[in-house]
């Protein structure tokens, strides 16, 4: 039994261990399958900044695809090193470095996206989802701007469509 006290003695009541401290869901695969699989596929995603997978893969992948844009905004040679450990192809890295890290300088977080698909695969009926990066060409639904950047986006948008900052003193008389 998985869950014992006591130096290996079965627990006497029905009671479960707190599982603390587990960083990552097992995915029904040993720790190096895992981590083999979440590498090969973080490196699809830089490819193609959009993956159709499982819904708890693309979970789990969004933890180390969020990782590795971290990577690509600090720039370092240490970062590059870090990143290039888990990477599997030099062009992946580069782009990681050259184009994303670049491109999410302004944002602090929530660089991906999981949208669930309404069908679940056929055959085992696994629940689907598409794993993409935000903010980039052809994405499915357009991300909301940075925090920093919101009130600016806002101003540009009203004063394409003809609306003039309002001055709230003229409002309240």
């Not at 819904?55 to 240490?78: C, N, Q, V, Y």
């Not at 669930?116 to 991300?143: C, F, H, W």
Request: aromatic letters at 6%.
């Amino acid at each position: 039994h998985p869950y014992t006290l006591n130096h290996g003695l079965p627990c006497l009541n029905t009671t479960t261990i707190m599982r603390k401290r587990i960083a990552f869901r097992k995915l029904s695969r040993t720790p190096t399958h895992k981590w083999a699989m979440l590498r090969n596929m973080v490196t699809s995603l830089i490819y193609h900044e959009r993956i159709v997978t499982t819904t708890p893969k693309a979970k789990e992948l969004k933890r180390l695809a969020e990782w590795m844009i971290g990577f690509g905004k600090d720039g370092s040679l240490h970062a590059r090193r870090q990143a290039d450990a888990i990477l599997r192809e030099k062009p992946a890295l580069t782009k990681l470095f050259e184009v994303l890290g670049p491109r999410y300088a302004e944002r602090d977080g929530g660089y991906t996206r999981v949208l669930q698909l309404a069908k679940p695969r056929t055959g085992d009926n696994a629940p689907m989802s598409i794993i993409e990066y935000v903010d980039r060409p052809g994405e499915i639904r357009a991300a909301k701007p940075p925090a920093s950047k919101q009130k600016s986006v806002l101003a540009d948008v009203l004063s394409e469509v003809g609306i003039e900052k309002i001055d709230v003193s003229v409002v309240d008389k």
